[in-house]
């Protein structure tokens, strides 16, 4: 499987509610052999902001997954969609 770090799966989870974020966060760390780096985003206009690495997120991993909520603040996830 992997042996090295940085072949980690980089996983975006755009997600409000902090429970389930945790729950996928967690279901996530626990799948065997798929080591994955997490980053939770609490709305739509970070979750873009976050995609196209602007301001905080500049120097962001590009995600190989995400885990996108579609009722989400400010922006919406269809919104999200849109910018993917």
């Known amino acids: 499987m992997y042996s090295d770090p940085s072949d980690a799966v980089n ?3 755009v997600e409000d509610n902090r429970i389930d974020a945790r729950l996928i966060t967690y279901a996530l760390k626990h799948l065997e052999g798929w080591p994955s780096n ?39 996830g269809t919104e999200v969609l849109k910018a993917i």
């Open 11 to 13: 996983i975006l989870i």
């Open 38 to 76: 997490a980053v939770i985003i609490d709305d739509g206009e970070k979750a873009i902001g976050y995609l196209l690495r602007e301001g905080n997120y500049a120097d962001a991993r590009r995600p190989d997954l995400v885990v996108l909520d579609l009722n989400l603040p400010k922006k919406d």
